[in-house]
């Protein structure tokens, strides 16, 4: 086997690195139950040095070969692991000689397409999923709330349900995971429209305390929601009058109510500082292209860094990546006053002249 191996790496044509990347594989594994740790390493080192002369189609194709084997070297798995996403999907997904620390390892640099093919292994430790759940992207939580064989700690749960607040698709996903704790559940049940909250409790019918309990809950939560509603809306209105009087800097305003996660009391104080409707001002801030609420907010002196907090806000409720946030913001620097106000005159005109047509 070794001589066999050892001739094929003298190979140079490109053309046949992609056959020969498989031959190796099909030489080592055939047997691989003989074969001896310098043979081992001579195949590690090999492969390892193929790989970077093969297409993305060829490394692609020798993951799917070698993905599910457990004779794989860990080197050659962790290499691929961080390749692009054809090559490392099904590494990530499958490869059994991955370890725990190597997943949170990965989970801290890899984007979100590879911690996407984390979430659907087989069996996820509760180690895992807490590094998915801190690194991850929505998308990665929807996976990994999706996967019944996935173990989420307390610790995953109580994070997961601080998520959940507007994702329909994750609070679905919560209330249909039998393993989620009654702390969890009671937390996550003021977010839900009535029939989660029935689905909730059937997850408890063994546990009937526990189901009346969260049964009361949700009765209980649905007069408190009405008046916390009414309670944010007017705590609102005393930011936006303490700003106007001069008490408190529109900049640190709108980073309170970024802090408190408060989606609806943002556009009510945006559109009072730009005196547009506030329709407007959540279309603005709620579409996919940034350019909008970049012009908006520059054009009513927000700064950089309180700028950055609500695309961060944004990023997370859209699940938009890091990178184009850091963008978004690097163009928001750069973006003129004098023409981001320009272009809000001209958008207030459109309104007022919309508004002198209705009437």
Not at 150 to 174: C, H, M, R, S, Y
Request: hydrophobic share 40%.
């Amino acid at each position: 086997m070794l001589d066999n191996i050892t001739d094929l790496a003298r190979e140079k044509s490109s053309d046949k690195r992609r056959e020969l990347l498989g031959r190796v594989a099909d030489l080592f594994f055939d047997g691989a139950e003989n074969h001896t740790e310098q043979g081992t390493l001579i195949f590690r080192d090999i492969v390892l040095k193929m790989l970077n002369d093969v297409s993305v189609e060829g490394r692609a194709e020798f993951a799917d070969r070698v993905a599910t084997e457990q004779r794989l070297p860990n080197e050659v798995a962790l290499k691929m692991a961080q390749d692009d996403v054809s090559v490392a999907g099904p590494m990530l997904q499958h490869s059994p000689v991955l370890t725990d620390d190597d997943f949170v390892q990965l989970s801290q640099t890899l984007p979100e397409t590879h911690l996407e093919s984390i979430a659907q292994r087989e069996h996820l430790s509760g180690t895992v999923t807490d590094a998915l759940i801190e690194n991850g992207t929505r998308a990665v939580w929807h996976k990994v709330t999706q996967n019944k064989s996935a173990e989420i700690t307390p610790k995953g749960f109580n994070t997961l349900v601080n998520k959940a607040d507007g994702d329909a698709v994750l609070q679905a996903n919560l209330c249909s995971r039998p393993d989620i704790t009654e702390d969890a559940a009671k937390r996550l049940l003021p977010l839900l429209p009535p029939e989660g909250k029935a689905q909730l409790a059937q997850l408890f019918q063994d546990d009937e305390k526990a189901a009346n309990a969260l049964v009361d809950r949700a009765k209980k939560a649905a007069a408190d929601q009405k008046i916390v509603g009414r309670q944010k809306r007017l705590e609102a209105k005393i930011v936006i009058a303490d700003v106007r009087d001069g008490k408190l800097d529109k900049s640190d305003a709108l980073c309170m109510l970024v802090e408190t996660n408060r989606g609806p009391d943002i556009v009510m104080f945006l559109a009072a500082m730009a005196d547009l409707d506030e329709p407007i001002v959540s279309n603005a801030l709620y579409q996919t292209n940034d350019e909008p609420i970049s012009l908006l907010c520059k054009s009513i002196g927000i700064t950089s860094g309180a700028f950055g907090k609500l695309m961060g806000l944004k990023a997370d409720k859209l699940n938009k990546s890091l990178a184009e946030t850091g963008r978004t913001v690097a163009f928001y620097k750069d973006l003129d006053v004098s023409s981001a106000q320009r272009a809000m005159r001209f958008v207030s005109m459109r309104k007022n002249m919309g508004t002198t047509k209705a009437g």
